[in-house]
């Protein structure tokens, strides 16, 4: 489920990637140009009142005319057989999220990769380095695609799987999962509340002890620390905000710098961030039965907050 919201910005490229710090791995399909869609994706939701809303679109046909839920398979069916499959990467490409993968999931992470869609993240990371990456969306439609396109990556697998329903995985069986839009989407859905809960307490369970779970999102604190904070769930949340793609302003902080949050889970008083339409980048660890050996993940984590 390539998930939703504003579409991302076509002027940024990515910068090559470093060699890879293990053995290269077999060669991928070559790269393609900046993914970008054929089509416009929906509007963003307004952060303060997106629950609640219908959740609907007219567009991407199907549904026997009725309007289809942005949480809805059909949708998604509809809207990649139009795309024919064209690469696309919602909100940034991995050029620009790599300082905080790479910081916070080592390449021998076993990772989950939610809402995949067409997006190029996951063969970029494979030419990183990345070693097992498991691609779910709910779209069957574009794992067939995907499929099809990687069959000789063994790195890459792509299973289509609903978030909200992802018992298909044992326990604590990943070391890190990504989001960049899922969560969005669902939350542009119908029981917008119930979805997000759903995917929130699936993730948590699937991830190791000391697991990571990055969510980039357009939703800030006041918006999304509180389905994060799941009753069950036990997250040692970091906050980032990256500029969009081609913002042309100038920053005062290094990407890579923590953004301070209150008690409560919001912004400090008077925090404005210098790009409107800046992402959010949740670094969330699972500390509920943290030990040492619990997972790379967190061996690796700490190594970094040394130096």
Not at 50 to 75: F, M, Q, W
Not at 232 to 242: A, E
Not at 249 to 257: A, E, P, Q
Request: glycine residues 8%; contains cysteine.
């Amino acid at each position: 489920m390539p998930m939703l919201l504003p579409p991302p910005t076509t002027t940024a490229t990515a910068s090559p990637l470093p060699s890879p710090i293990r053995p290269s791995p077999p060669p991928l399909v070559p790269p393609a140009a900046p993914a970008m869609s054929s089509s416009p994706p929906p509007s963003p939701p307004d952060d303060g009142s997106e629950e609640g809303r219908d959740g609907t679109s007219d567009g991407g046909g199907g549904g026997g005319g009725r309007a289809l839920s942005y949480g809805e398979a059909e949708y998604w069916d509809a809207r990649y057989v139009e795309e024919g499959g064209a690469p696309y990467d919602w909100y940034q490409r991995y050029d620009a999220l790599r300082p905080f993968v790479r910081r916070f999931a080592p390449p021998a992470s076993r990772l989950l990769m939610i809402g995949c869609g067409s997006a190029l993240m996951s063969e970029d990371m494979v030419s990183d380095g990345y070693v097992e990456i498991v691609n779910i969306d709910i779209s069957s439609v574009v794992i067939e695609m995907m499929r099809k396109k990687y069959f000789d990556v063994p790195q890459l697998q792509y299973l289509r799987m609903d978030v909200r329903d992802m018992s298909m995985f044992s326990d604590e069986s990943f070391d890190c999962a990504i989001d960049k839009g899922t969560l969005d989407s669902l939350m542009c859905g119908v029981d917008a509340p119930l979805s997000a809960a759903q995917m929130v307490l699936e993730v948590d369970r699937l991830l190791k002890p000391g697991g990571v779970f990055i969510l980039i999102t357009y939703g800030d604190p006041s918006v999304r620390v509180p389905h994060l904070n799941q009753p069950g769930c036990n997250w040692k949340i970091v906050l980032y905000i990256l500029p969009r793609p081609g913002f042309k302003g100038k920053t005062r902080r290094s990407v890579l710098d923590p953004v301070p949050l209150t008690e409560r889970g919001r912004l400090p008083d008077g925090f404005v961030p210098e790009d409107p339409d800046s992402h959010y980048v949740y670094v969330c660890k699972k500390m509920e039965g943290v030990t040492v050996t619990s997972s790379p993940t967190i061996n690796h984590i700490e190594t970094q907050e040394e130096d």
